[in-house]
């Protein structure tokens, strides 16, 4: 076996991927049953009974074109204003190769409808057009049959879908793509003139040599360098890019082997059964121009597989034809949710990664297949993160469908980071992730936007950013919760009677909160402070936020991200710093009156309540009252602090913001009393 490494068959653009497709399936059917093909690195390899000249010779001289035909467009070659170049030539071949071509063009012509121009309404025109589709698959040879599945399908009603990498039944707004193929087809194979280097073109197309030969004419969507428009050569505007003919009729042979018979429901349908293999819906993120009218406009999105051990036309047709993703045992409907079953390996084993290309408007009503990356075939744990968010979103976007266009804005920031976090995982990624969920969730809950949530994330968010200060202190803060004062996310809810989150900084919101839940606690007539969290940061976090150390704007995405975490169920989490942290006197004074624990004086254990005086001093800048008055309190509960500095040399409204976040009773704050210990 001879192994041809095919440098000009390379994963992008989409044309040349298909190349490779098409190589594959030809040579297979048509030269050599046992040849093997397989991607390296950035291009296709084979091995084979044929060398690189037998490889050649095959498609100069034995290769039969597939009878790509389609006779249902105007522009197709059987009409009386279209090009008949190609069609004539094949009709009037005497080559054998071109026999099953010859007979599919002598039986088209035949074909009741074939040749007439367009008359009555639209609803007319589609009947005309489905008439002649199904009269081709009833009578044009097998041979035919591939590329019919692969251009169009037919329901039992009658409604016709196509298959996106092929435009609308072999076509692509004015430009043919069948007739270009024959016209190709008879230019290099049948007629070829003098000034055209037949041989020289193959091995450019199949190998990369250099070759001066290429032509002007169009490529379609296949490859968007070459398909010109502004801007697009030296003269600022190119009508046609110079390109090689023998590119586009191995792109249109890749494009049977890619659809080919998949006329029949897959679970992702467009607007009927027919399915693309690995085609899903377009979701506009992930690449450089992407924006938010590309999910509208957007035909589709395609994911083409890229496997690295040899294997037959047979057992890569077998993947195609069953072509999908799934998430959580339902097929992946958009690029998304494709992305989350790519990390979760819901996808055909031995798939090393894939291309992702989007059918984009680019060029007036014309696409381009955008290559958008590639996306590496590999389990990641932050897949069951995007499963639970998506879902959640669903939620939101049920409920929000008439949202201004400041939703739209935050919810593309949330679809762009979570495709960036399962491309590349990492806390990094989790952490804007979260943030822009954070984000999103602000605006709903403080615009008062109605949306109930009855799904939640699960801890597993918070543990993934355990390595993060802003995360941990933003984890406590959310996990704040009491029987009958209510959970923290009240106060960030301005639909609800208890919200507080008002002020210019985060400080001074979370000294708000502070504020509410003790007049809650006061209220209820609560034996202790109503501060108590699920998860507890370390004091050390709290001495971070306290000097100015951590990102407040993170840790407010984050507490917003964290409130849609489900903190009913499961153990107290946290920060059990065994760390001697050195803690600001002042602070762990402070702090005693507002734990959500008791602490063990002399004569038991003693719950000490917040004070309000506290905190209006230290929002008046009076931080020695404050420590007066915390001291005092202290006292009269039996505990006596011992003689230190109480003066800071930090924010005070900081400080009081910081009392809100929950820690647990460290050591460090212990040794502010001449004795006491916790429970």
């Known amino acids: 076996m001879n192994p041809i490494r095919l440098t000009g068959c390379v994963a992008e653009p989409l044309g040349s991927y298909l190349k490779a497709l098409a190589v594959l399936r030809l040579a297979s059917e048509q030269a ?26 095959f498609f100069l001289k034995r290769y039969a074109p597939t009878p790509i035909l389609s006779p249902w467009n105007g522009g197709s070659g059987f009409y009386t204003k279209d090009r008949k170049v190609g069609v004539d030539a094949i009709a ?5 190769r071109f026999s099953a071509y010859r007979e599919a063009i002598r039986r088209v012509k035949g074909i009741a409808g074939v040749g007439e121009d367009k008359a009555g309404s639209k609803a007319e025109e589609d009947e005309r057009r489905t008439k002649i589709q199904l009269t081709c698959r009833n009578i044009l040879p097998d041979a035919c049959v591939e590329w019919l599945d692969a251009a169009v399908g037919i329901s039992a009603e009658g409604k016709r879908a196509f298959a996106p990498i092929l435009g609308t039944g072999g076509n692509e707004g004015r430009l043919d793509y069948t007739n270009n193929f024959m016209e190709y087809v008879a230019e290099l194979l049948i007629s070829p003139d003098d000034k055209t280097p037949v041989t020289e073109l193959l091995r450019n197309a199949l190998f990369g040599t250099s070759t001066k030969g290429f032509q002007q004419g169009s490529v379609g969507q296949y490859d968007p360098g070459r398909a010109g428009g502004f801007n697009q050569g030296q003269g600022v505007e190119t009508a046609d890019f110079p390109s090689n003919p023998w590119n586009f009729v191995l792109t249109l042979e890749g494009g049977v082997a890619w659809a080919a018979g998949l006329h029949r429901r897959q679970g992702v349908a467009y607007r009927s059964f027919l399915c693309s293999p690995f085609t899903v819906r377009a979701s506009p993120v992930g690449y450089g121009s992407a924006s938010a009218k590309d999910g509208a406009l957007a035909r589709a999105e395609i994911w083409a597989p890229l496997w690295d051990r040899p294997a037959g036309y047979a057992e890569i047709k077998a993947l195609l034809r069953e072509g999908r993703a799934a998430v959580d045992g339902k097929p992946a409907q958009n690029g998304l949710e494709f992305a989350q079953a790519a990390c979760m390996l819901g996808v055909d084993r031995g798939i090393k990664g894939f291309v992702r290309y989007n059918l984009l408007k680019r060029r007036g009503d014309s696409y381009i297949a955008l290559p958008a990356g590639r996306f590496a075939v590999h389990e990641r744990k932050e897949s069951d993160l995007a499963r639970e968010l998506t879902a959640l979103l669903d939620e939101a976007d049920w409920q929000l469908k008439d949202a201004p266009v400041e939703y739209d804005s935050l919810r593309r920031q949330v679809d762009e980071s979570m495709y960036n976090m399962l491309l590349r995982g990492g806390e990094a990624t989790v952490q804007d992730l979260a943030a822009c969920v954070g984000r999103l969730h602000k605006w709903i809950l403080t615009t008062g936007k109605a949306v109930q949530f009855r799904r939640k994330l699960s801890r597993e968010w918070v543990a993934q950013l355990r390595g993060v200060g802003e995360g941990r202190v933003a984890a406590a803060l959310a996990g704040i919760r009491h029987r009958d004062a209510g959970a923290f996310r009240d106060h960030l809810d301005r639909t609800n009677g208890q919200f507080a989150w008002t002020g210019g900084s985060l400080p001074e919101r979370m000294t708000r909160v502070l504020e509410r839940r003790i007049m809650l606690g006061d209220a209820q007539g609560l034996r202790h402070n109503a501060l108590g969290s699920a998860y507890r940061a370390s004091p050390r976090d709290a001495v971070m936020f306290l000097e100015g150390s951590l990102d407040d704007e993170l840790i407010e995405n984050l507490l917003f991200a964290f409130t849609l975490v489900d903190w009913r169920r499961g153990d107290p989490i946290g920060a059990e710093s065994v760390d001697e942290a050195e803690i600001w006197p002042v602070y762990a004074l402070l702090k005693h009156l507002f734990l959500a624990e008791p602490v063990r004086g002399p004569e038991g254990e003693v719950y000490l309540r917040g004070d309000l005086g506290v905190l209006a001093a230290l929002r008046s800048g009076e931080m020695e009252r404050a420590a007066q008055i915390g001291s005092r309190r202290l006292q009269n509960a039996g505990l006596l602090p011992v003689n230190a500095s109480y003066l800071g040399g930090f924010d005070c409204l900081r400080l009081a913001a910081s009392l809100l976040i929950p820690v647990p009773y460290h ?11 916790t429970k």
Do not use: Q, Y
């Open 667 to 677: 050591a460090a704050m212990r040794r502010i009393l001449k004795s006491g210990e």
């Open 32 to 57: 050599d049953p046992k040849l093997r093909g397989w991607w390296d690195g950035p291009c296709f390899c084979l091995e084979s009974e044929l060398d690189e000249a037998g490889l050649v010779e």
């Open 92 to 96: 009037t071949s005497n080559e054998e």
